[in-house]
Nanobody, 123 residues
Framework: QVQLVESGGGLVQPGGSLRLSCAASGSIVAIAVMGWYRQAPGKQRELVASITIGGGTTYDDSVRGRFTISRDNAKNTVSLQMNTLKPEDTAVYYC?????????????????WGQGTQVTVSS
């Protein structure tokens, strides 16, 4: 099973920056899409940004121009650079990836979630 390890969350003042990272490990053949979701208290989990294996990106309107997603295909990592953070960005951020893995010599699709990392924007 593909496992994800996230890092980089924390407390930051409004206007500040944070960088989240996520590393995938396991019998990975290829990762098609890597993304970041967030869930604030009392709200549904929402897509923040995603990036395809070819480098195509998608951003939620609320973060476009402030957040930048990037990936390293050789290392199976994805990062989210978050600038000009606002209190409304406060949430638990989750890494999500989907692609193909090797299971008992067969290639199978997979989708995995990270454990989540807290981002708090407050003065």
């Amino acid at each position: 099973q593909v496992q994800l390890v996230e890092s980089g969350g924390g407390l930051v003042q409004p206007g500040g920056s944070l960088r989240l990272s996520c590393a995938a490990s396991g019998s990975i053949v290829a990762i098609a899409v890597m993304g970041w979701y967030r869930q604030a208290p009392g709200k549904q989990r929402e897509l923040v940004a995603s990036i395809t294996i070819g480098g195509g990106t998608t951003y939620d309107d609320s973060v476009r121009g402030r957040f930048t997603i990037s990936r390293d295909n050789a290392k199976n990592t994805v990062s989210l650079q978050m600038n000009t953070l606002k209190p409304e960005d406060t949430a638990v951020y989750y890494c999500h990836v989907n692609g193909f893995q090797t299971v008992r010599l067969r290639t199978e699709q997979f989708a995995s979630w990270g454990q989540g990392t807290q981002v708090t924007v407050s003065s």
